[in-house]
């Protein structure tokens, strides 16, 4: 079980031993704590609990704090964990960097993607828009009829109807992404393709 938060950073283009060009983004991803190990005696399920970034006390909850001091841990700023069968060896305070990873395996990132504000049917939903013809003058991006009356859903609208609204801060989760290069020095790893979020979302790297 591998598991590190980090921080989105730029995208890069890096060439591999082949001459190759592959679109790769940077995540910062300071060593993280191990905070808390869950089994399934105790808490019903197999868990490893990690935290990352120092926070000051009045910045965190009191049950964050309690949480902390109970283990002689500082305030961490991200609390997160990752469910599954548990690696042998972790013991709470332990610390987990990106040396943990290498380069050529496959990882799946998760993070909040970018947040786009209220669409029209054609962004959020890639709908088509009407004819650009006669008579058509305010309906290109019209999201056209949403089956009201008396049609298959009886008069009414019927749930799930895809329609305008806010769209993005989802939480999105891209898998079998590729590890290209591992720098510990700077904390660095640097992943295949894109990754969801801007510049300095926080990012949940899992082996």
């Known amino acids: 079980m591998k598991f590190i938060l980090g921080e989105k950073q730029h995208m890069v283009t890096i060439f591999d031993e082949d001459g190759i ?36 006390e009045n910045r ?19 609390l997160r964990q990752r469910d599954g069968k548990l690696p042998e060896g972790v013991e709470v305070g332990a610390s987990i960097d990106v040396s943990a990873f290498a380069a050529g395996e496959k990882v799946q990132v998760s993070a909040i993607s970018k947040g786009k504000g209220f669409q029209g049917v054609v962004k ?10 006669h008579g058509q003058k305010h309906s290109e991006r019209a ?13 009414r609208v019927a749930k799930g109807m895809r329609m305008a609204g806010r769209m993005g801060q989802d939480r999105v989760t891209v898998r079998n992404l590729k590890v290209l290069q591992v720098h510990p020095e700077t904390h660095e790893i640097v992943i295949a393709g894109a990754i969801p ?11």
Do not use: M
Request: charged letters at 20%; glycine letters at 20%; a positive charge.
């Open 21 to 56: 060009a592959h679109a790769a983004t940077i995540v910062v991803a300071t060593p993280a704590t191990v905070t808390q190990i869950k089994t399934t005696e105790k808490e019903g399920y197999n868990a490893v609990q990690i935290g990352q970034g120092e926070a000051k």
């Open 60 to 78: 965190v909850n009191k049950a964050q704090v309690g949480h902390a001091k109970g283990k002689a841990l500082k305030n961490f700023r991200e």
């Open 124 to 133: 959020r939903h890639g709908f088509h828009g009407g004819p650009r013809s």
């Open 143 to 155: 999201p056209g009829s949403i089956g009201g009356s008396g049609g298959r859903a009886g008069g």
């Open 197 to 207: 979020g801007r510049r300095g979302t926080l990012v949940e790297i899992r082996g």
